[in-house]
């Protein structure tokens, strides 16, 4: 089916969802049918070619305004909750941004939104919300003493997790700022949020982010104050790690103390593996004001991004100084899987080949090794040739599924036994099998099983293992050669 203006228009008219789109100067191209309704506009002419700052939206429009321009240097955005004015009355919404290529150049952005009023209003009235921070803890900080005179502390707070809401965050870095105190800022991304949502419904989402951010609270102790930037990110504002060696201590903890990150998490009978990727710089040795050094903790946190999240990154002037969002953003799995093509194909042999890549594989997919499966069912290692284990039902879960993940053994225990008892002697938690074949022949399998970790493989991560399967399939077929067993 070929995708048509008129199909296009289809589609996008009977979204439930606001979607919008605009040009690389925040205006207003275009918009749906359930975007006209939400504003009771007849037509899209009241608005093309306006921004939301000429349309009044916002009470505060600031942050909106940054966050399409962060989405218009090559970052996106997911589920960012905000507030706009609808017919004299604001409501609540959460929004989600992409930037809009041409070629190598971004020319817009498209965007989309619900409205979560009603959600929230019945969360606060079963008690959905917590509040973590008091006014005697804000009080010891200016900006806030002066705020708490005016506000109630719930107020300041974002009202899922309980943390400073980002305006008040902004508020404090930059009271810091003016007051040149120095200070590191740490921005959190928490990995694969959206599989949590898709997979396990947006109440476990819900659940997971404030358990994240009441663990983060309670461990990062006085020294610290922590925000919510929107959707899945936090903030940290940490007043005592100011040199290197004090930035890496507190952020190694912060990864390996098993009280926030790289842990499993239960949640309404759902398990789930928490990891995140972040960035952090200081003031006033890395940036001079609150906008350019947020600007390099998103960098060094997109960096991490592109290395296979799960990872910190702190900024080092001489090292990352000319990072590129955009370039990470478009460049990196392109680059990855040019390299896989050329790499594989200077080799002879499916050995060969697949040792070729082992190095770009670990340092982009953070394994440890990688196994393949022939068709006598024999499950052996890459890196070490004398590394065997029976494999001989592992078809008989994946079915014909190219792809499979798992994040327990026990999902190969009915119908794979063979396969279940290797991964158990192996210790191997989370797994990745993809299947190496070309339509209708299958070779054999790929399978990435690290033992004593869970983890949650990302799109990217998936993709370049399936385009290693496909690519070691089809030297196989034309040069007529089987996987060794």
């Not at 919510?228 to 912060?254: H, P, Q, S, V």
Request: proline share 3%; hydrophobic share 35%.
């Amino acid at each position: 089916m070929e995708m048509t203006e008129e199909l296009f228009d289809s589609i996008i008219n009977t979204a439930q969802d606001c979607v919008f789109w605009k040009d690389k100067n925040r205006r207003f191209v275009g918009v749906n049918q359930a975007f006209l309704d939400f504003y009771g506009f007849k037509s899209a002419d009241v608005l093309i070619g306006k921004t939301d700052e000429d349309m009044g939206w916002h009470s505060d429009p600031g942050p909106y305004k940054e966050d399409e321009l962060r989405v218009l240097s090559g970052h996106s955005t997911y589920k960012v909750q905000g507030k706009c004015y609808i017919r004299g009355e604001e409501r609540d919404i959460i929004a989600s941004k992409k930037p809009i290529y041409e070629g190598d150049e971004i020319v817009g952005l498209v965007g989309s939104f619900v409205d979560i009023t009603d959600v929230l209003l019945r969360e606060k009235s079963h008690g959905f919300s917590q509040v973590l921070y008091k006014a005697d803890q804000l009080r010891k900080y200016p900006y806030f003493d002066q705020l708490l005179d005016e506000f109630a502390p719930e107020e300041l707070l974002d009202p899922l997790t309980g943390i400073i809401s980002r305006k008040y965050f902004a508020g404090f870095a930059r009271s810091l700022v003016e007051k040149k105190t120095p200070f590191t800022l740490c921005v959190l991304d928490l990995d694969n949020f959206k599989y949590i949502n898709d997979n396990f419904g947006h109440t476990t989402g819900d659940l997971a982010l404030k358990n994240v951010s009441e663990a983060l609270y309670r461990h990062v102790g006085d020294h610290c104050i922590i925000g919510r930037f929107g959707g899945d990110e936090l903030m940290i504002i940490n007043l005592n790690a100011l040199t290197y060696d004090d930035k890496k201590a507190f952020m190694c903890l912060l990864y390996d103390s098993g009280e926030i990150l790289r842990r499993d998490l239960t949640l309404d009978e759902a398990k789930v593996h928490i990891t995140g990727t972040s960035g952090c710089a200081s003031f006033p040795e890395d940036a001079a004001d609150y906008e350019t050094l947020f600007s390099l903790a998103d960098k060094t946190l997109y960096q991490g991004k592109s290395m296979g999240r799960n990872c910190y990154t702190i900024y080092l002037e001489g090292i990352h100084k000319d990072l590129d969002i955009k370039h990470l953003a478009k460049r990196g799995l392109y680059t990855n899987m040019s390299s896989l093509t050329l790499l594989i194909s200077q080799e002879k042999g499916f050995e060969n080949r697949i040792h070729s890549v082992m190095s770009l594989l670990r340092n982009e997919l953070h394994i440890a090794d990688l196994y393949y499966v022939g068709k006598k069912g024999v499950l052996h290692s890459v890196m070490d040739p004398r590394d065997t284990a029976p494999a001989s039902d592992l078809a008989a879960t994946l079915g014909k599924e190219e792809l499979f993940i798992s994040q327990e053994p026990e999902d190969f225990k009915e119908k794979s036994p063979v396969f279940y008892e290797t991964l158990i002697k192996k210790g191997a938690l989370s797994t990745l099998t993809v299947q190496v074949g070309m339509e209708p022949d299958t070779y054999g399998y790929l399978v990435s099983a690290d033992s004593g970790s869970t983890r949650i493989w990302q799109q990217d991560e998936c993709g370049i293992m399936y385009f290693v399967a496909k690519a070691l399939a089809a030297h196989l077929r034309l040069g007529g050669e089987e996987i060794p067993d």
